[in-house]
């Protein structure tokens, strides 16, 4: 049969189908006329003829169902009748039709959130070419990792040229830089190597990228323009190469402009060439290495290969950290992190949503097919195939799953864009408040593929199980009696079960995490963040390499903010207290050197630092503006440190030696311990103070100090009498006048900066309980449904116990027992797959184990009393019949 | 008719009906009345099982039909074979050759 024939007989019978029955009509009946005819013609008289014509011929209408029976495109035609009728069906039923929907839409639609943020992150590949052979660089140490390098770390892996093609280096966030025309303005900007446009493959679309010579020492002041600023600044005039552009007061010649497609890693408005000194043996870890697989070779093959070259570092640097080794993972796999596990179990959580609403529905469905137990019967009794029927029905749930799913598919969208306006969700890929989240292809088929999937679930055990029905006996049955057989009975207690113990999983999971916000806000920091206001600023300019050129604006700019009314106290730091990132090993004077020790995290303040934030002094002294570059150095230590390394004496007195080997310009004498501070959450709230040494801003080496000018901004820190946005113009406006021109810019409060320290525990425990109150709705409606319809068949059995005595306190522990034996059954496999499931989630939890007595046993008790409640009011009503009236309704 | 019997008769008949319009165009009737006389009223195609096989093998495109007076003047459905039908009519007549063929002296080895 050729393909086209059959093409053109479908189209003409479903599309002009009309004519095409018209004709077969004219066809049968012109035969039976004609075989009339000829018994006319052999001497019958013609009503015998017309009789017997058709009698051979077996009926027009049988001949013409037996053609049609056949006829290509029936399939089709018949599923569209189908759904037809399931269309009618529902439409009459809007009730049930509406409560599904919504059930399924709930279901999906939070389905869909979940999954459009994985998506983001987890699925959607990184836009540049050959991106999977990209991978980034980092020191594996047995008690964690670093991800930053330093250039000997640099050199090493550019030689691995058996396993990388390409290898670029750039800075991590970057400083910052003030964009000095008439309207200062703080840009993102990095530093980059040469190598770093090639290997991510991104052309520029004006001018060219860095050439080696720029990326050299001396190469001169030369910067690449993002495609944003390029239309921003300079309105997308195509003559703007060669033109300057003035970054902190020094002018910078523009050389290229990158296309629009490429997405800056990190987000960068301009590059600027790294120009360090290849040949440097400074060991200052600073930026970060990305390299590009050779084709053909796997990670695998690649880590072997940074093993021995990690090995053979310490043995050409046996001043580096022996602990340290090398090794590369995919750059997807860096900027995903941990949020990949954090995610997958909101998937997993939310699945179980979905799971319990499908057990609803499939519930309903149930109780509806029993209902048309007759019609279904009368069907088959006219000689519907069990198929046709079953088709029926799945037709019928794949309609309601997939008008659930659109409607999700909405809904999922904005609860997205509204919790993630609620709790940022410190997720990677994002974008800025989840701008990169999306509908894509990926959306939409995990919408449609979860749509249909559930559609099928729900729809396929009722459905098999209506059709499974004696027709004999359900057409003998009388319509309204035709009961709930044993197995159907079952069928729906054991959804019941599973959906109780589906949402004890997630409530116990929400709890947990509950308990674990609970216990971060009742951590006490150390340190105070009322009425603090964090402002940045970029130090741009030689002036800003030496530590005398930060100290000088920091006394100015504190001069002049401290003469302001309503500001009670400021301070200049590159760290805050939350977070002290940077860490230095040092050595103790006149103990003996023992390798591998001593070491901790390490910051620069200001003078009036910890009085800004109330961190108290345990002994010896604060900081003092005599603290200068020319007075004797000086240094403060955390509680940690000090019963750390003097666990019996008092460490004031004693002196240390920071940075030792380092290299020349980070090589300082050896400092006083002239304090001890209280300690405070130095490494985040969920992480125990780790060991601290502070030194005052204007002591801080050369080397040091230019590391952190072209690394990051500076932050100031000014505390308010009172609420603090109210002094912002004023605050700015000294900055920048101590600066002389520098913007300042990210301007936050303490407590928003708080507040997003646990914006990822936040975004879980507000998701997980959203799932965990919705999985205990749904379930206290399953557990009613069940028993408010099994009350209603059982009305006649009820009215028969109470007319044989049996008084309303016993029909309703009957009926309370029967509903209660489920959800308590469901409570015990709950808490058993809980036991096992939350360790799942133990990194992610503070404060509280995975076992937490108090979430098995609150949860449970929740699940149980909300239960009694949904299997009470079925069973006041059961305890309300009227055994007259039972027994007069049959 | 049973199942059994369509079966046995599926491929049959299709011949039957392509070897009844090689001679040239008929109705359905004529073509019931064509396989009645050529296999000597031994087949009697009965319209349930006649118009079916028409409608499929017309869908397949072996045949294609139009509407025209018959030898009475009544208007009817004439079908007649297309040159895939003429092709498949070769090739039927070829197979039913072989397999009768086969049949027979498969019937007569002692």
Redesign the interface.
């Known amino acids: 049969m050729t393909l086209w024939s059959r093409a053109r007989s479908i189209s003409r019978n479903l599309l002009r189908k009309q004519q095409v029955e018209r004709q077969l009509d004219d066809e049968v009946r012109v035969y039976v006329d004609m075989l009339t005819d000829e018994r006319i013609a052999a001497g019958m008289s013609p009503s015998e003829a017309r009789r017997t014509a058709q009698a051979e011929s077996g009926g027009i209408e049988q001949v013409k169902q037996a053609v049609r029976d056949r006829r290509v495109g029936t399939g089709l035609e018949l599923l569209w009748q189908d759904a037809r009728f399931g269309l009618r069906q529902l439409r009459r039923n809007p009730g049930f039709t509406i409560a599904v929907v919504a059930a399924l839409a709930l279901g999906i639609g939070a389905n869909t959130a979940i999954f459009s943020v994985v998506n983001a992150v987890l699925l959607k590949p990184l836009t540049y070419p050959d991106a999977d052979r990209i991978v980034h660089f980092y020191r594996p140490f047995p008690e964690g990792r670093r991800e930053e390098a330093s250039i000997p770390e640099f050199r090493s892996i550019q030689q691995q040229t058996s396993v990388f093609s390409e290898v670029a280096g750039y800075d991590a966030a970057g400083p910052g830089f003030n964009l000095t025309s008439e309207r200062p303005e703080q840009v993102h900007g990095i530093h980059v190597t040469a190598s770093y446009f090639r290997l991510f493959g991104a052309p520029a679309i004006l001018g060219r990228t860095f050439t080696a010579h720029e990326d050299a020492p001396n190469g001169g002041k030369v910067v690449i323009l993002s495609y944003g600023l390029w239309q921003r600044k300079f309105g997308a005039s195509p003559d703007v190469i060669g033109k300057a552009l003035s970054l902190g007061n020094e002018s910078y010649t523009i050389v290229g402009v990158m296309e629009k497609q490429f997405v800056p890693m990190p987000e960068a408005d301009i590059w600027l060439p790294f120009q360090f000194e290849s040949v440097s043996n400074n060991l200052g870890h600073f930026f970060h290495i990305v390299a590009m697989l050779q084709p053909g070779i796997g990670l695998s093959q690649a880590n072997a290969q940074m093993k021995l070259a990690g090995a053979g570092f310490l043995h050409d640097y046996p001043k580096a950290n022996p602990a340290q080794g090398f090794a590369v993972e995919s750059l997807r796999e860096t900027i995903v992190g941990d949020s990949r596990k954090s995610l997958l179990i909101l998937l997993g959580a939310v699945g179980f949503v979905l799971l319990i609403a499908c057990a609803n529905v499939a519930n309903l469905l149930l109780a509806r097919a029993t209902g048309r137990k007759r019609e279904f019967a009368i069907r088959s009794a006219l000689g519907a195939s069990r198929i046709r029927i079953v088709r029926q029905l799945l037709i019928e749930s794949v309609l309601l799953a997939v008008a659930g799913g659109m409607l999700g598919l909405a809904l999922g969208f904005v609860s997205m864009r509204a919790l993630l306006a609620i709790s940022p969700a410190g997720l990677p890929r994002i974008g800025e408040d989840g701008s990169a989240i999306g509908m894509d292809w990926r959306v939409l088929g995990f919408t449609l593929a979860v749509s249909l999937l559930t559609g099928i679930l729900f729809g396929l055990f009722p459905a098999l199980s209506a059709s499974r029905s004696d027709l004999n006996s359900a057409l003998k049955e009388s319509s309204s009696r035709s009961g709930t057989g044993f197995r159907q009975g079952k069928a729906r207690s054991l959804l019941v079960i599973g959906e109780v113990s589906l949402a004890l999983v997630l409530l116990i999971g929400s709890a947990l995490l509950i308990r674990t916000f609970v216990a971060l806000q009742g951590v006490g920091s150390g340190f105070d963040s009322h009425n603090i206001l964090t402002i940045e600023m970029s130090l741009n300019g030689e002036r800003y390499h030496e530590a005398a050129g930060v100290a000088q604006l920091s006394r100015d700019g504190r001069d002049r903010l401290n003469a302001l009314p309503g500001v009670e106290l400021s301070a200049a730091a590159y760290w805050l207290p939350i977070d002290t990132g940077d860490g230095l090993g040092f050595q103790i004077v006149g103990r003996p050197v023992k390798q591998g020790c001593c070491g901790g995290r390490w910051m620069s303040i200001s003078p009036g630092y910890l009085n800004l934030f109330k961190i108290p002094i345990l002994r010896g002294r604060d900081f003092s503006e005599s603290d200068s570059a020319s007075a004797p150095g000086v240094v403060l230590i955390n509680e940690t440190l000090a019963t750390h390394l003097w666990p019996k004496e008092n460490p004031v007195g004693h002196q240390i030696v920071i940075g030792k080997d380092l290299g020349p310009a980070f090589e300082e004498p050896a400092r006083e311990i002239v304090g001890v501070v209280a300690d405070f959450h130095n490494a985040g709230l969920g992480h125990p103070p780790l060991p601290l040494m502070i030194v005052p801003i204007a002591q801080v080496t050369d080397g040091n100090t230019a590391l952190y000018s072209d690394s990051q901004p500076l932050l100031w820190l000014v505390r308010t009498r009172n609420d603090p946005h109210q002094y912002l113009a004023a605050i700015s406006e000294q900055l920048r006048t101590a600066s002389g021109g520098f913007p300042v810019a990210h301007i936050r409060t303490m407590d928003e900066v708080m507040g997003r320290s646990t914006a990822r525990e936040s975004f879980n425990m507000l998701l997980l309980s959203i799932f965990g109150a919705s999985a205990l709705v749904l379930a206290a409606i399953g557990i009613y449904g069940l028993m408010a319809y099994s009350v209603e068949q059982r009305t006649q059995e009820i009215g028969i116990r109470m007319a044989l005595g049996a008084d309303r306190y016993v029909i309703r522990r009957l009926v309370v027992w029967q509903g209660m034996r489920l959800a308590l059954v469901g409570v015990a496999v709950g808490v058993a797959a809980a036991f096992g499931l939350t360790r799942l989630i133990a990194s992610f939890l503070f404060g509280v184990e995975p076992w937490d007595p108090v979430a098995f046993v609150c949860v449970p008790l929740l699940l149980t009393s909300v239960a009694l409640l949904a299997v009470w009011l079925p069973a006041a009503r059961a305890s309300k019949v009227d055994p007259l009236q039972a027994l007069r309704a049959e | 008719m049973s199942s059994k019997q369509a079966s046995l008769l599926q491929g049959t008949l299709d011949l039957l009906v392509l070897k009844a319009l090689g001679a040239g165009e008929l ?3 004529g073509i019931s009345r064509r396989i009645e006389q050529v296999t000597l009223g031994t087949f009697l195609v ?4 006649l ?2 096989a028409l ?2 093998m ?4 072996w045949l294609s039909s139009f509407w025209g007076e ?1 030898e ?1 003047n ?4 004439f079908y007649r074979l297309t040159r ?1 039908g003429k092709r498949q009519l070769e090739v039927e007549t070829d197979q039913w050759t072989r397999v009768a063929h086969a049949m027979t002296s498969a019937l007569r080895a002692t």
């Open positions: 109705h359905g009737l009965k319209p349930g099982s118009f079916p409608h499929r017309e869908a397949a495109g018959s009475n009544r208007r009817a459905k895939t």
